[in-house]
């Protein structure tokens, strides 16, 4: 059973930097990918950022590039998001996912950032960003 666990959620101010983390227990040898999304009060849920884990390939959304980095420790068998330059648009609830089946991938006719291609999830972790 694979289970997800983040953490490192706060309030900042806009122009600060956060770093969030997703412990990551249980077997994932056989990830297609991880990710990270969001999603803020009234609004769908959206990814913020990925990994396709084979081929080591990064996206990440339009709204958080060169802003946000995400990382993987294998060691620590963890998965992190730096984000700097946060803005007020930034606030949400973040969850970390794991895609074991390869729904996500472009092989199975999936795309990175769709909710729907991820089967396990995170509680996840509030964001706040104040202006």
């Known amino acids: 059973q694979v289970q997800l666990v983040e953490s490192g959620g706060g309030s900042v101010q806009a122009g600060g930097s956060l770093t969030l983390s997703c412990a990551v227990s249980?077997?994932?040898?056989?990830?297609?990918?991880m990710g990270w999304f969001r999603q803020a009060p009234g609004k769908e849920r959206e990814g913020v950022a990925a990994?396709?884990?084979?081929?080591?390939?990064?996206n990440y959304s339009d709204s958080v590039k060169g802003r946000f980095t995400i990382f993987q420790d294998k060691d620590k068998n963890t998965l992190g998001l730096q984000m700097s330059s946060l803005k007020p648009e930034d606030t949400a609830m973040y969850y970390c996912?794991?895609?074991?089946?390869?729904?996500?991938?472009?092989?199975?006719?999936?795309?990175?950032?769709?909710?729907?291609?991820?089967?396990?999830w995170g509680q996840g972790t509030q964001v706040t960003v104040s202006s």
């Open positions: 990994i396709y884990i084979s081929e080591r390939r990064i």
């Open positions: 996912a794991a895609d074991l089946h390869g729904t996500s991938t472009p092989q199975y006719g999936g795309v990175w950032h769709d909710p729907a291609e991820y089967n396990y």
């Open positions: 249980g077997d994932t040898r056989n990830a297609y990918s």
